[in-house]
C-alpha cells in the first residue's frame, strides 16, 4: 500500500492527537524519522525543522480531513469570544476561509462562524470555488532560485555530485498538495535546466573517472 504524508511534526508527541484518531477509525498509517542527518543550518535551516512524517493511504486524505472537522466543530462550543479569531477584521476572516489549508480546522470553522454571526454567509458552492481556487494555487509550479541554479551548473561541469542531485531535484521533485496529489514543483523551464544540470555533470563525472583509469593503466 503506498502511504503518503498527510501532516509534519517536529516531534512524535504532536501527533499523538492524529494517532489516536486513526487508531479508533481503523485508519492505517506510518510514522516516518525525517529529521535531517546533517547540521541544517549549513542549508538555512533550523533547528525547528519537521523531524516526524506522518503517512496515510491517499485514499483516505478525505475521510481524515471530515473526521478532524467534526472534532474542530465540537471544539467550537468550548470556545468563548476572547479568542483572538474575534479580533480579527471581515478581510481577515474571509483570508482565513480562503486560505484553509494553511490554518487549524478549528480556525477554520471558527472564522466561519464569526462571519455567520455578522450574517456573512456563504453558500456551499462559494465555499467549494474558494477550494477549487486555493488546489490549483497549490498546483503552480515555480521557478528555481537563480542562485542555487549558477551554483548547480557550476558544480555539474566540474562533474561534483551536487550538481548532479540538484538536477534530479529540479527536473524530478513533486510536492504533495492538500487532497493528497503529487505535483511538479518546478515549472517546465526550472525542469529542463535541471535536466540539463543532471546530464553535464554525468557526463563529466564519467569522463573524469575514465580518464583517471586510463591515467593509472598508462602510468
Do not use: C
Not at 211 to 216: E, I, K, M, S
Amino acid at each position: 500500500m503506498d502511504f503518503v504524508t498527510f501532516n509534519k511534526y517536529k516531534s512524535q508527541k504532536e501527533a499523538l492527537n492524529l494517532i489516536d484518531l486513526l487508531n479508533v477509525n481503523g485508519i492505517e498509517y506510518l510514522l516516518d524519522d525525517i529529521a535531517p542527518a546533517y547540521d541544517i543550518s549549513i542549508t538555512g535551516g533550523t533547528a525547528l525543522a519537521d523531524k516526524v512524517a506522518l503517512k496515510i493511504h491517499p485514499d483516505n486524505f478525505v475521510k481524515v480531513n471530515h473526521l478532524l472537522e467534526d472534532i474542530a466543530l465540537n471544539d467550537l462550543e468550548f470556545i468563548n469570544k476572547d479568542h483572538y479569531l474575534y479580533n480579527f477584521s471581515n478581510e481577515e476572516l474571509i483570508d482565513i476561509i480562503a486560505n484553509f489549508d494553511e490554518w487549524s480546522k478549528t480556525d477554520y470553522l471558527l472564522a466561519k462562524k464569526i462571519l455567520q454571526e455578522k450574517d456573512i454567509k456563504f453558500t456551499d458552492e462559494e465555499i467549494h470555488n474558494f477550494r477549487i481556487k486555493k488546489i490549483e494555487q497549490l498546483k503552480q509550479a515555480v521557478s528555481g532560485r537563480k542562485t542555487w541554479i549558477i551554483i548547480g551548473f557550476m558544480t555539474a561541469i566540474i562533474g561534483g555530485v551536487l550538481g548532479i542531485w540538484m538536477g534530479i531535484h529540479y527536473y524530478n521533485f513533486k510536492k504533495r498538495i492538500v487532497t493528497g496529489e503529487r505535483v511538479y514543483a518546478y515549472d517546465n523551464n526550472t525542469r529542463k535546466l535541471g535536466k540539463r544540470m543532471f546530464t553535464i555533470g554525468i557526463i563529466t563525472h564519467l569522463i573524469i573517472i575514465f580518464g583517471f583509469v586510463f591515467y593509472v593503466l598508462l602510468k
